[in-house]
């Protein structure tokens, strides 16, 4: 780790890579069904906020955190102050974080893959709509097959990990983002035709507050760290790849809007659909799989349609899988000096066999007592349970360390010969030191009803 | 590994060896088994004719091609692409599906193999005896749907196939395939000509050969262009392999003919070895892939000595689906040794236990012992959805990609030096060439584009 690590070669291909790391099931899958259950509106608009509040400003704190450092997360917080071991409780989080994520990421992104054999064997022809709709619950509530596809999707996952092909997959990623935002568009501008347009935008758009609670508050902001690839330590190992002159401001700027942009686009791309055919907005994790078939059936080129569609949505899993597995790999390696492969193996063994439970939560071969006991599936359980709290938590520490603990030359130095620009580096330093954590703290304190702060 | 692939390459020692070793690789599982039951879910006539077509127009070209490819690269599929095709990643995708091909290729070809393993013995004993048309096809329900019996043949198949690949035998191998691929060719002759006296023939020839316009679907043209890859052995990156033992003073379009007219041949003979049982005895044409062991056990249990010749047929069934099995398995391992510089014994024990691992759910797909669901989520059991995922997508999309960089990246100079290499006749590469850059990739494409369901021919039509 002391040798000169190697760096993007441009500031296209870091940006091409934190794109891909961050447009993945985040965005085309989660996106969608927590603001459907969220009530739309007043969800989206909370979401906004968080990416521009406390997303933006944690995402430069974690980019200069590791440029700064040249470690991995772990490893960030125990060079950038090394004499305060507490703070890695930071970096663990985030490698938590992405050990969970990754094992339930593999089970959604296997349904995926599943959807491009299904639509390449032509599932749609002769069914009804309804018929087309409920192939997914048969998916999710068969677990050999579940599990199957998850294996699959973790095997591919190391195996791009382990091997030399990683930068064949970012060539490919280059190409694939860019076919996956004409797709979107494509598919938002047949669904400005539907008849449910116009209640989809209303939904999506105006704040009502019809199902939008507190808890929405912290949802919304655990979201927008997820789509954003923060608190998982993901931004920390890619800030150490990044060429010192690089200007990191503009780049989280330019992230942020892209996932906006890809965001709203899925969002109008699913609820027209939705509102169109009478679906439920809130039916949870399932929405993208359960809705999406009765556009792609409705169009000319179906089977075209469907399988690039969903192969699109396979390979942004597997360009964000590829830095959760790397993430938790290279912290392991650089506390406690294994070898790659063995790492990675490891790492990829172990969140297979965690996710095993996710892949099984459908068809309750496992732990059939689950849902009665933790209100939601095993699935659901450790997703919300990462994205509701460790990630905040980890974004919190992180940003409490960048702003008192790091010293302020080293961020100084980081962003203001990149940019010129002092104004810019005092407000970032304002908003990672006081806004960000006091948001997030009243943010954990609100939903633990600790406090109830409406009162006011 | 990169410095062992540089050292001079064996070579087959004669055209003759070419000739078998190819031959032997097409004449697979993919015409005596395949073949029939396509044309017969196809409707017949039109399908065969799409077929040869398909075979001609498109299957040939890409076979020289691949040829050529493998000659002037001293490669392995991926190899091939690695140097030839000038830093552009993504021409690579063509024989990574390839090799992706052969691979599940193989793991449902036990399945298949294991079966006609499973009727030797059955033929051994009689089975057929007295029985109905009905029952004889019932046997092989219920064969088909004893996952443990399947799992169990498949397991001895790959094995024999794994021992084969390991130890020095391939070249005994070599030598019993051209006595095999002859003795075949005889019986499948002597079959036919049986079957001539059989009440249903003329309906069989009828079925086979007549082009009956009503029945015609653009749609099944993927599948008769799927089912000429297939048959060739083409997009499986196998055909790079065997270009690479090629001499530089051989004759390739030459070799190619030859090959795709005794496919062809084979073929029909299979077509009309099972036909004429199909029409006179009340069996389904349309039966899938159970069709070849449904309908010729019964035919055997008729002629006189029908136990020899049912045990004859079903060990050169088997026979011939080892000598492809050994290719899938070699041409997966070749690429693996050399993209991962892995030893041989390393790479072939993996492809082996990964085809049987991914095997044991087609073998069991019948059974519906794992993946019950299967079939009414994707609307096929595990082994046809597998078979169809490659030789109506990855195969033809493959053998697209392979047309596209022969024809547009590789360029006109590389191509015209190595397609002159042994044969004479220049004006055949300007055919050859056009064909690669125009004719396959734009069929191909209107193919695809009729499957998509973008377009609709059959309507237009």
Not at chain 1, 47 to 55: A, L, R, S
Not at chain 1, 223 to 234: E, H, I, K, N
Not at chain 2, 200 to 215: K, R
Request: proline share 3%.
């Amino acid at each position: 780790m002391e040798k000169v690590r190697e760096h993007w070669s441009s500031k296209l291909g870091f940006l091409l890579a934190a794109i891909g790391s961050t447009v993945g099931l985040g965005l085309l899958w989660k996106f969608p069904y927590v603001i459907g259950q969220n009530g739309g509106g007043l969800f989206l608009i909370t979401y906004f906020v968080c990416i521009f509040i406390v997303g933006i400003p944690v995402f430069i704190g974690e980019l200069v955190l590791g440029r700064y450092t040249q470690r991995a997360a772990v490893g960030s917080f125990e060079v950038a102050a090394p004499k305060s071991p507490s703070w890695r409780i930071g970096g663990y989080l985030g490698v938590l974080a992405s050990f969970l994520i990754m094992s339930f990421y593999s089970v959604i992104a296997g349904w995926g893959m599943s959807y491009v054999l299904m639509s390449l064997n032509g599932f749609y022809t002769g069914k009804s709509l309804d018929e087309i709709g409920m192939v997914f619950d048969k998916l999710s509530q068969s677990g050999s097959i579940t599990l199957l596809w998850h294996f699959l999707f973790t095997a591919i996952t190391m195996g791009i990990v382990m091997s030399g092909v990683r930068r064949g997959i970012e060539y490919w990623s280059k190409i694939m983002v860019k076919i996956l935002l004409v797709l979107l568009i494509g598919l938002f501008i047949y669904s400005m035709s539907l008849p449910g347009f116009n209640k989809a935008c209303a939904f999506v758009f105006l704040p009502s507050s019809n199902s939008f609670s507190i808890t929405s508050v912290l949802e919304a902001l655990g979201l927008a760290f997820m789509t954003m690839s923060l608190g998982q330590g993901v931004m920390i190992s890619y800030g150490s790849y990044l060429q010192p002159k690089e200007n990191v401001m503009k780049m989280a700027l330019i992230i942020a809007g892209s996932v906006l942009v890809v965001a709203i686009l899925s969002a109008l791309t699913i609820f027209p659909v939705v509102f169109t055919f009478g679906l439920p907005p809130d039916s949870g994790p399932g929405l993208v799989f359960k809705t999406l078939p009765y556009l792609f059936a409705q169009l000319p080129g179906t089977i075209v349609i469907s399988t690039v569609f969903f192969a699109l949505f396979v390979f942004t899993a597997l360009t964000s899988a590829v830095p959760l597995i790397e993430v938790v790999a290279t912290n392991i390696m650089e506390h406690f000096g294994t070898g790659r492969k063995k790492s990675v193996l490891g790492v990829g063994l172990a969140t297979f066999i965690f996710g095993i439970p996710s892949a099984l939560s459908g068809s309750v071969d496992l732990f059939p007592q689950w849902s009665l006991i933790f209100g939601s599936n095993f699935l659901d359980t450790i997703n919300d349970f990462v994205s509701i709290w460790v990630i905040p938590f980890a974004g919190l520490i992180t940003s409490i360390f960048i702003g008192w603990k790091m010293e302020k030359d080293a961020t100084y130095r980081e962003l203001v010969t990149t940019t010129g620009m002092k104004p810019i580096w005092m407000i970032w330093r304002f908003f990672i030191r006081y806004v960000v954590p006091v948001v997030i703290i009243i943010i954990i304190i609100q939903t633990s009803g600790l406090f109830d702060f409406t009162k006011f | 590994m990169v410095k062992n692939a540089k050292q001079v390459r064996e070579h087959w020692s004669s055209k003759l060896g070419f000739l078998f070793a190819a031959i032997g690789s097409a004449v697979g599982l993919g015409v005596l088994w395949k073949f029939p039951y396509t044309i017969g879910q196809n409707g017949g006539g039109l399908f065969l004719l799409s077929y040869i077509l398909c075979t001609i127009v498109i299957g040939i070209p890409v076979f020289i091609a691949e040829l050529l490819m493998g000659r002037k690269a001293q490669q392995a599929a991926i190899g091939t692409f690695t140097i030839l095709n000038k830093g552009n990643d993504f021409w690579k995708l063509a024989p990574w599906l390839g090799v992706i091909s052969s691979f599940l290729i193989m793991s449902f070809y036990s399945v298949i193999a294991g079966w006609g393993m499973s009727y030797i013995f059955m033929s051994l004993c009689d089975f057929a005896k007295g029985m109905s048309s009905q029952e004889v096809g019932n046997v092989f329900s219920i064969l088909e749907k004893s996952g443990d019996i399947c799992v169990l043949w498949h397991f001895i198949f790959t094995l024999i196939t794994m021992t084969i690949v390991f130890s020095g035998v391939r070249k005994g191998i070599e030598y019993w395939s051209r006595i095999m691929t002859r003795a075949l060719f005889i019986i499948l002759i002597l079959l036919v000509i049986y079957n001539t006296t059989l009440p249903g023939f003329s309906q069989a020839v009828h079925f086979i050969f007549y082009p009956e316009l009503a029945n015609f679907k653009f749609s099944s043209i993927l599948e008769a262009l799927g089912l000429a890859f297939f048959t060739l052995s083409l997009g499986q990156g196998i055909m790079f392999s065997y270009g690479s033992y090629i001499r530089e003073n051989e004759n390739v379009p030459g070799l190619t003919f030859v090959v795709a007219i005794s496919v062809i041949l084979i073929a029909i003979l299979g077509a009309l070895t099972v036909f004429p049982v199909v029409f006179s005895y009340g069996f389904e044409p349309a039966a899938g892939t159970g069709l070849i062991f449904q309908t010729l056990p019964y035919l055997f249990a008729k002629l006189p000595g029908g136990k020899v010749l049912a045990v004859v047929f079903f060990i050169l069934f088997v026979f011939c689906a080892i000598t492809s099995s050994v290719a899938f398995i070699e041409v997966i391992a070749t690429n693996l040794m050399e993209l991962f510089q892995w030893t041989r014994k390393k790479a072939v024990l993996l492809v082996a236990s990964m085809t049987f691992i991914v095997g044991i759910p087609c073998a069991m797909a019948a059974s519906g012992g794992i993946f019950f669901d299967w079939t009414s989520i994707y609307g096929t059991n595990f082994l046809d959805t597998i078979d169809r995922l490659v030789s109506v997508w990855l195969i033809p999309i493959g053998g697209l990609i392979t047309s596209l960089f022969v024809g547009w990246s590789w360029g006109k100079k590389e191509s015209y030096d190595a397609f002159i290499k042994g044969c004479s006749w220049k004006g055949l590469w300007s055919v050859w060439f056009f064909t690669m850059r125009w004719v396959i990739p734009v069929l191909i494409f209107f193919i695809i584009l009729q499957k998509s369901e973008l377009i609709d021919f059959d309507a237009i039509l």
